[in-house]
């Protein structure tokens, strides 16, 4: 059988389904190809909605736990695994349910199986395991194209073992057991996420993080709100410490550590997590048939408007580089489509915010002052620490902070930088700040509700000019 359409949307993630559905608003023809049997991709299926399910579980648990202090005594919580994870999936069930029904509400055509280029305007698509009984391949031919296949975890040789007491990201995410003993290899997005819910939910966690610090990259005065409470919440966080060898042994996994930080180097874990990175799932069959380039590690190389060295292809997402991130494969991949659509359309954002939704959450976006420094740039940094926040005080988590990198000279905000209790959230303000150009004085000025954390934003600008209300710091004199 052969089709033919305006466009194919290979892959079904938030950059596959955020295209196809922009593409059939603008009047498109359009297909999208993927294996599961709704639209999700990724993000939906095994990444950011049953992680987030389970880090809400988390935080109920910890909260529940510290209610102590505030004269609330809960008895310790019965765990029933099997309802837990029935929820989660639920969860995952009606978001890429109702996925399902938005494309056919717009006229998208889901294409269930697998893709495989037959050249720059043709795909086959092989459905071995269709559940509908109709297992022929379709051929289809497109005017154009959008490969949206994402990531998968990244697995270097030294921590793959055959075994399954070692987990990547999906396998945790099933929610197997409780471990007794996990040890998390990374301390970066995925580790800190998903040890903090198996420390919640009883394990004892080791995090092994190979550079100086937790998350590198971010800044390390958000970092360390973080991870000061982990020290409570884990057994150890060893840094500059390496996985140099795993092996089954009887009831557990002998790990081998290397690092200075290391007492004993052959230690048991019950359970091992190895969140070491993702990398881009850029081997589609056939795309030797096409000008399609990928670079050194594999990403697919695009322009400004993400098109290939095939003209009629089209990639977005995970698939063409860092970061990896679902809002900014989504934002991708409508200006892919406008692009297509033959609209003026570049891929050029002044921010992409970075959340970690551990608790304390840890946010950023635009300019960091790690970035300023490595740069040369000549920026101010003011921060408003939340123990100066009558909200913060009032939700006992006075160890926040929120920061603003501003230009010196034009006052304009360049990034914002939060770690507390729902950052997740209030970065979407900084964002706002940063693509509208605003400066330290138009978030001053801006009123915010009181009481809530987003005070902490306008209370930072205040810091600026040396006038917050709630912290006593005097604008040191200009340098000259
Ligand atoms: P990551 O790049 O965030 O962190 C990996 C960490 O592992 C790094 O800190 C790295 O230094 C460390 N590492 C690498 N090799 C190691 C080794 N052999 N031993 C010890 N440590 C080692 O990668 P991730 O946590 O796997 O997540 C992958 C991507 O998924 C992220 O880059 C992110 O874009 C995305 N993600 C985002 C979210 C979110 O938005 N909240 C959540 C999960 C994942």
């Known amino acids: 059988m ?35 049997a709704h639209p999700g991709g990724v993000c939906l299926y095994r990444g950011c909605m049953p ?5 809400h579980v988390a935080k109920v648990l910890t909260e529940a736990r510290e209610a102590r202090a505030w004269g609330v005594e809960f008895a310790e919580p019965a765990l029933d695994l099997d309802r837990l994870r029935a929820w989660k999936d639920g ?3 009606r978001l890429t349910g ?23 305007t043709s795909v086959r698509v092989t459905r071995p395991d269709n559940p509908d009984g109709d297992d022929e391949p379709v051929d289809l031919t497109f005017t154009h194209g959008i490969l949206s296949t994402g990531s998968r975890p990244a697995l270097p040789a030294v921590l793959s073992l055959d075994s399954d007491r070692v987990w ?6 099933d929610l197997p057991t409780i471990p007794e003993s996990l040890l998390v290899v990374g301390g970066g997005y995925i580790g800190l996420e998903l040890g903090s819910v198996y420390a919640a939910l009883g394990s004892a966690v080791t995090v092994v993080e190979m550079t100086s610090g937790l998350l590198p990259g971010a800044d390390r005065d958000l970092v360390s709100v973080l991870a000061r409470r982990l020290e409570g919440l884990c057994q150890a966080v060893l840094l500059e410490t390496t996985v140099v060898g795993l092996a089954e042994d009887g009831d557990g996994v002998r790990v081998t550590l290397q690092g ?6 052959e230690q048991q874990f019950d359970r091992v997590l190895v969140a070491v990175g993702r990398v881009p799932n850029s081997e589609i069959p056939g795309l030797e048939r096409t000008a399609v380039q990928r670079d050194a590690r594999g990403f697919v190389m695009v322009d400004g408007q993400r098109r290939t060295a095939e003209p009629t292809l089209f990639a977005v997402g995970d698939l063409v580089g860092e970061p990896m991130l679902a809002h900014k494969a989504s934002h991708e991949a409508r200006t892919a489509v406008e692009a297509i659509a033959g609209h003026k359309a570049v891929f050029e954002p002044g921010a992409i915010p970075a959340v970690v939704f551990t608790d304390p959450e840890v946010a950023w976006c635009g300019l960091t002052e790690t970035q300023a420094k490595a740069e040369g740039r000549s920026v101010q940094v003011t921060r408003f620490p ?15 902070v929120t920061k603003l990198i501003i230009d010196p000279e034009s006052e304009q905000i360049l990034g914002v930088g939060i770690a507390g209790s729902g950052a997740g959230e209030l970065i979407a303000e900084g964002v706002v700040a940063i693509e509208m150009g605003a400066t330290a004085a138009d978030l001053r000025l801006c009123i915010h509700p009181h ?22 710091r005097p604008k040191r004199a200009p340098r000259v």
Do not use: C
Not at 51 to 55: D, E, F, N, V
């Open 91 to 93: 969860v995952v069930g």
């Open 98 to 120: 109702g996925l399902g029904q938005l494309s056919t509400q717009r006229g998208v055509t889901y294409l269930r199986g697998r893709a495989e280029l037959l050249g720059p």
């Open 260 to 265: 200075d930080a290391v007492a004993h180097s």
């Open 2 to 36: 052969t089709n033919s359409t305006h466009l194919a949307v290979i892959g079904g993630g938030p950059g596959g389904y955020a295209a196809a559905f922009l593409a059939a608003d603008l009047g498109m023809q359009v297909t999208l190809i993927d294996e599961a």
């Open 51 to 55: 992680s987030k399910a389970l880090l």
């Open 168 to 173: 990547d990201s999906t396998r945790a995410l």
């Open 451 to 472: 009481p809530t954390l987003s005070e902490t934003l306008m209370e930072a600008a205040e810091v600026f000019f040396g006038q917050s209300t709630h912290v006593y």
């Open 386 to 400: 939340w123990a100066a926040s009558g909200r913060a005080m009032t939700l006992d988590r006075p160890s926040g």
